[in-house]
């Protein structure tokens, strides 16, 4: 069965960096785009970054466009999100999610880890 | 970048009900539209896609409709297991976006 779990989060001050990680299993995961999307604690969903299955081809949120990487390593089925200059407002759960072809939607979600920015 | 509004904001209603939840896109998306349902501490889960297309496994007391700029959830006969927040998420350019959700309440 499909499963994906993150891992990577916790406390950070601002201005620092930090790096998420996704693994995947059950299914091909070189086959498919992966996204990220973060809830602020008491929040709606945002959705963060993509990634295409090859890692060719990426897109950000303004929100972190600049600051945050996507980029996957498909020998060992892990999807990653390099946070940079964290803000207080990057608090967040964060989830992977694995994309259903042709493009967009998400059928399958990670459990999701919290990155807390704070001093 | 395209903005999503959903409302109501909250929605109280009572085993049973039939409910509607609607979406609005500030410009047309034509049907590149899902929904999801999401609990407390849990992942969201996929219940509908390209506007009205039922996913696996979903009861059919959802359906989703609409197209271009205006969307809705309805949900027939409420069940305890519904009350959720439900999110709409556009998938037409990058980058995607979700709306602010409707939380469904028992009333």
């Known amino acids: 069965q499909v499963q994906l779990v993150e891992s990577g989060g916790g406390v950070v001050q601002p201005g620092r960096s930090l790096r998420l990680s996704c693994a995947a299993s059950g299914f091909t995961f070189s086959n498919y785009a992966m996204h990220w999307v973060r809830q602020a604690p008491g929040k709606g969903l945002e959705w963060v970054a993509v990634i295409s299955y090859d890692g060719d081809n990426k897109y950000f949120a303004d929100s972190v466009k600049g600051r945050f990487t996507i980029s996957r390593d498909n020998s060992k089925n892990t999807l990653y999100l390099q946070m940079s200059s964290l803000r207080a407002e990057d608090t967040a759960v964060y989830y992977c999610?694995?994309?259903?072809?042709?493009?967009?939607?998400?059928?399958?979600w990670g459990q999701g880890t919290l990155v807390t920015v704070s001093s | 970048d395209i903005q999503m509004t959903q409302s109501p904001s909250t929605l109280s209603a009572s085993v049973g009900d039939r409910v509607t939840i609607t979406c609005r896109a500030s410009q047309s998306i034509s049907s590149w539209l899902a929904w999801y349902q999401q609990k407390p501490g849990k992942a969201p889960k996929l219940l509908i896609s390209?506007?009205?297309s039922l996913e696996s496994g979903v009861p059919s007391r959802f359906s989703g409709s609409g197209s271009g700029t205006e969307f809705t959830l309805t949900i027939t006969s409420l069940q305890p297991d519904d009350f959720a927040t439900y999110y709409c998420q556009h998938y037409s350019t990058y980058p995607f976006s979700f709306g602010q959700g409707t939380k469904l309440e028992i009333k």
């Open positions: 999610a694995k994309e259903v072809p042709p493009g967009g939607y998400s059928d399958y």
């Open positions: 390209k506007a009205s």
